[in-house]
């Protein structure tokens, strides 16, 4: 069975810094595309990351170019999301996401997610 | 960047109803699109990937239709369990959602 548990959600003041983990169960994480996607509160859903299944490609949304780094650890198939200058505007739940696709990019969709970690941030 | 426009943004209809979503993309995008419900609280669930095909587990009143630029989610007949928010994805774009709500 797949799980994605996400963890590193919190409180954080404007221009702090935050990192999300998803540890990943139940496939052969190396050889999938990994995504993050958040949701603001009472808002629609919105692609912010995403990771080849070697690490060599990474795609960021233009939200957070140049602030968000995602990496991933295939010897404990663990992914990450290194969030630095956070934004009153990137509070959201962010999902870890399992790419549709062995080897593929994340192009053909997302069928697994994890439950969501609540990332606020606020003085 | 390839845009989805997603309609409507709301539909009411009631138990039995046949339902359809529209999304449309800014340019062509093959047929690589999925569908996801997502409910209250909860993360998205995967309906439809690469446009038409049906995800294991999810009923056969979900069908999904298009290529290129044109695509749409059918429920056959709306059960009380279908009243969610849908979205579609072309990779890295989400429409703006479906709130289908009960008359």
């Known amino acids: ?123 | 960047d390839i845009q989805m426009t997603q309609s409507p943004s709301t539909l009411s209809a009631s138990v039995g109803d046949r339902v359809t979503i529209t999304c449309r993309a800014s340019q062509s995008i093959s047929s690589w699109l999925a569908w996801y419900q997502q409910k209250p609280g909860k993360a998205p669930k995967l309906l439809i990937y690469k446009a038409s095909s049906l995800e294991s587990g999810v009923p056969s009143r979900f069908s999904g239709s298009g290529s290129g630029t044109e695509f749409t989610l059918t429920i056959s007949s709306l059960q009380p369990d279908d009243f969610a928010t849908y979205y579609c994805q072309q990779w890295k774009t989400f429409g703006q959602g479906t709130k289908v709500e009960i008359k």
């Open chain 1, 1 to 123: 069975e797949v799980q994605l548990l996400e963890s590193g959600g919190g409180l954080v003041q404007p221009g702090g810094s935050l990192r999300l983990s998803c540890a990943a169960s139940g496939f052969t994480f190396s050889s999938y595309a990994m995504s993050w996607v958040r949701q603001a509160p009472g808002k629609g859903l919105e692609w912010v990351s995403a990771i080849s299944g070697s690490g060599g490609s990474t795609y960021y949304a233009d939200s957070v170019k140049g602030r968000f780094t995602i990496s991933r650890d295939n010897s404990k198939n663990t992914l990450y999301l290194q969030m630095n200058s956070l934004r009153a505007e990137d509070t959201a739940v962010y999902y870890c996401a399992k790419a549709i696709g062995i080897r593929s990019s994340g192009e053909y969709g997302i069928d697994y997610w994890g439950q969501g970690t609540l990332v606020t941030v606020s003085s």
